[in-house]
């Protein structure tokens, strides 16, 4: 069975720190990118970030680059999202999810954490 399980969400104030986890199982994790979507309420989701399996390379979203770090350690099967500086429309649910290159269709989806920022 598939698994991706997501943690770290909280609640935190506007320029602090957070870093989300995705643990995967049921699949090959190295032969997957993994990408970190959000959705806040009432918006479309988004692309955050996502680390290609074949060389490693990462991609941000505009709005996150440069205070956002996606990594993995393979070993455990993990993928992190590192959010410094913080902000208030960061504030969304965060998900993880799995596909065989970055932004094409993903196969798996975690269910999410909350990721909120106050002022």
């Known amino acids: 069975e598939v698994q991706l399980v997501e943690s770290g969400g909280g609640l935190v104030q506007a320029g602090g720190s957070l870093r989300l986890s995705c643990a995967a199982s049921g699949f090959t994790f190295d032969d997957f990118a993994m990408a970190w979507f959000r959705q806040a309420p009432g918006k479309e989701p988004e692309g955050v970030s996502c680390?290609?399996?074949?060389?490693?390379?990462?991609d941000y979203a505009d709005s996150v680059k440069g205070r956002f770090t996606i990594s993995s350690d393979n070993a455990k099967n993990t993928v992190y999202l590192q959010m410094n500086s913080l902000k208030p429309e960061d504030t969304a649910v965060y998900y993880c999810?799995?596909?065989?290159?970055?932004?094409?269709?993903?196969?798996?989806w975690g269910q999410g954490t909350q990721v909120t920022v106050s002022t």
């Open positions: 680390m290609s399996s074949s060389d490693g390379s990462t």
């Open positions: 999810a799995a596909a065989p290159m970055c932004w094409s269709p993903y196969d798996y």
